[in-house]
């Protein structure tokens, strides 16, 4: 169906940072675009490892994503150490698009952070950390939504869907990141925790109100023969469900857009002389969009359309489309709006890293370089964001053998005394890298590892991760 270009309202929209993984290097990045399509409560948020204790840190975010209230008295928590884990008290109504907290005993004083809100409901509840999930079940006893983690042949059956998510670092949540499509590695990411309790709702309604004030601007020059435009639509929109179309950049690609414009001319649709397009960045540049007749709906009016290319670097914000028809007597122009998200993504060309010089008492180096594909490491900026880097690891290990991760050093820029290096730790350390959204833009990863004179014979492996951290 095309967005008409009536008076609109733009809606905001939550962006998270996508998860990405390798076998050694993990990403954890995302930007996604939230849309929802279920008839009943689902599991929104989950945060199973918390960074400061497991007793009181836990939480379970539900969200009602329908137009209606819905009644969640009796509902359980399942998880793999009960069956019953957490019970929803009697006469707890979820209204629409809102949100109820489930926490562990103890959540008011103990959550990682506590500018997080209380939780709705405390009760002491158990989930693993690893190769686990949970699920929400009705009076019924039949499950309403489930989401887990890591290996699905570890995982009892029901306490997740389809696939499971990939397990997440201490202090991360699972964080739902698409509709409900029954497959958690599709719906659920990596993200900061960002709780919502029962009290959300009300508070957000108030301030959206003034947040939506921002509308189209429509301009019209109309005489009794101009032609008047009807429609303007872009497609692919990544939210159909709002009137404000809106734009996820695809990491490191090219996006096709398709412009649709929909023109009534009275005197005849053959009377149309010029049909212009120009698509305006937020950073003043545009581009001309070629417009071709591609059906006539009646003699009088006819729909043209056009394809314009989206990069994946473009900066995210407010679009503005123009649109000029002209006929033999008069020209009509007409403004729509569209948005760019925010979209912060990384690539690496290269998943594994190997020290196959090593010597004891001796240091070997690893080096990285600019030229994205080649066999030495490098990270590529495939958002629209500008992004910082953070790196921890772990003890190189073989057996019960180890190298302390303190014998790495690394450096985003090949040079080992520089700001952008340090001593690598099992602790998050952030480097102002500034990465910028370009069409190239690199960082080069390098490593040296000291073999310390007292390690036994061996082959030892760690695992080093990255985060790419908005700016």
Not at 88 to 109: C, E, V
Not at 241 to 255: F, M, S
Not at 356 to 361: E, Q
């Amino acid at each position: 169906m095309r967005k008409t270009n009536n008076l609109k309202s733009k809606t905001s929209i939550i962006t998270k940072c996508i998860l990405k993984k390798s076998m050694l290097f993990v990403l954890i990045l995302s930007i996604s675009l939230t849309v929802f399509a279920s008839d009943n409560i689902v599991i929104n948020q989950v945060l199973y490892d918390p960074m400061d204790t497991e007793s009181g840190g836990e939480a379970v975010e539900l969200y009602n994503p329908t137009n209606s209230s819905i009644d969640i008295s009796g509902y359980i928590l399942r998880t793999e150490t009960s069956e019953a884990d957490a019970t929803i008290s009697g006469g707890t109504i979820i209204q629409a698009y809102s949100y109820y907290l489930i926490a562990d005993s103890g959540w008011s004083g103990s959550r990682d952070n506590l500018s997080w809100p209380e939780a709705d409901h405390e009760e002491a509840i158990t989930m693993t950390n690893t190769d686990s999930g949970i699920a929400i079940v009705d009076l019924t006893d039949s499950i309403i939504d489930a989401v887990g983690w890591g290996d699905s042949a570890g995982i009892e059956s029901g306490l997740y869907e389809g696939t499971p998510a990939e397990s997440i670092s201490p202090g991360y949540s699972l964080k739902r990141v698409l509709e409900d499509t029954d497959n958690n590695s599709l719906d659920f990411a990596a993200s900061l925790p960002e709780f919502h309790n029962s009290q959300y709702q009300a508070d957000e309604n108030e301030s959206e109100q003034e947040e939506n004030a921002t509308m189209l601007t429509l301009q019209l020059n109309i005489t009794s023969s101009a032609p008047v435009i009807n429609e303007i639509s872009i497609s692919p929109d990544d939210n159909p469900d709002q009137e404000y179309t809106q734009i996820l950049p695809l990491p490191g690609q090219v996006r096709e857009l398709t412009l649709s414009i929909e023109i009534t001319d009275d005197d005849g649709i053959e009377t149309l002389q010029n049909i212009n397009a120009i698509v305006r960045h937020p950073d003043g540049f545009s581009q001309d969009v070629s417009l071709i007749n591609t059906q006539n709906i009646s003699s009088v009016t006819g729909i043209y359309e056009g394809i314009f290319e989206q990069w994946f670097y473009f900066e995210n914000g407010d679009y503005s489309v123009e649109i000029t028809a002209s006929d033999y007597t008069a020209s009509t122009i007409a403004n729509q709006v569209f948005e760019v998200l925010e979209l912060t993504a990384v690539s690496l060309d290269t998943a594994y890293i190997s020290f196959s010089d090593s010597k004891l008492g001796d240091f070997s180096t690893v080096e990285g370089d600019e030229l994205f594909g080649t066999d030495k490491l490098t990270l590529m900026n495939t958002g629209n964001t500008v992004i910082d880097l953070g790196i921890y690891g772990s003890d190189l290990q073989d057996g019960d053998k180890h190298i302390a991760v303190n014998n790495i050093m690394f450096s985003f820029d090949n040079d080992f005394s520089s700001s952008q290096s340090g001593i690598l730790s099992n602790e998050l350390q952030i480097r102002e890298t500034a990465l910028q959204p370009e069409e190239y833009s690199y960082v080069p990863i390098s490593f040296r590892l000291y073999v310390p004179t007292t390690t036994l014979p061996g082959s030892y492996a760690s695992a080093i991760n990255l985060i790419g951290m908005c700016n």
